[in-house]
């Protein structure tokens, strides 16, 4: 387990909390210019610098404070072998940026579509990278490849788990996302107004947001089940 945290931060705190719980925590310090806005944890997530950090690992599951693990279906997800897994999104915003990628005046889109593989149509709604899990040598590849257009032309502004979920599978056919029914499975934050939370046959591993999106049913929830 890791702590990333800015460079900065004192974790004494944090490290009695691990310490009571028997379990190991390796502490992994960035800049704290990455961790000051939205924009700067966006390029993090996009840097090379970040996943060789990780590079002794196979995955990396991404945890932000405002997750909630269910269950521990870590070895199963692990198994499938997924380039990139996150909760599926059903708002629109997603969708429009996908719609963008289309255009050629959006900045860079014509060095990508010459220099790499250009797989017209493919939508892909999986997923927020708030509860994510990432192959860690696949991610490594990708932010060294488009390390130029990252910095160049993104510049943080566009969130990170667009890039990994929509961007990347569209112009790397072979980066391996799940469908949004099986990312289902894995977490959720926003669900589809079809869905009826009360009628689901079995709960997803983790939810993100929880206390943002339904935090009533999510509460109830740990009233009946939780310690």
Partial sequence: MA???PAHLNAHEYQQCFNLR????DIQRFDSEYFGSIAGY????????????????????????????????LDKWVRADYDYI???????EPLRFYESLNYSRWPGLGWLKRRFDYNQGKMVTVGNGGFSLRKVKRFQQVSR??????R????????EDYIWS???PK??????????????????????????LDAMESLPMAVHAWEKYYPDWWQSLLTKYGK
């Fill in 3 to 5: 702590l990333v945290c």
């Fill in 22 to 25: 028997n379990v190991k925590v």
């Fill in 42 to 73: 966006n390029r993090l997530l996009l840097s090379q610098t970040f996943y060789e950090r990780f590079g002794h690992w196979k995955f990396l599951l991404i945890h932000q404070l405002d997750c909630l693990v269910l269950k521990d279906d």
């Fill in 86 to 92: 996150g909760s599926p999104w059903v708002d629109t």
């Fill in 145 to 150: 490849l488009l390390s130029l257009f990252f």
């Fill in 152 to 159: 160049k032309h993104l510049k943080g502004q566009v969130n």
């Fill in 166 to 168: 929509i961007l990347v």
């Fill in 171 to 196: 112009y790397f056919p072979k980066f391996k996302v799940p469908s949004a029914t099986m990312a289902s499975k894995f977490a959720l934050e926003k669900v589809s107004v079809a869905v009826n």
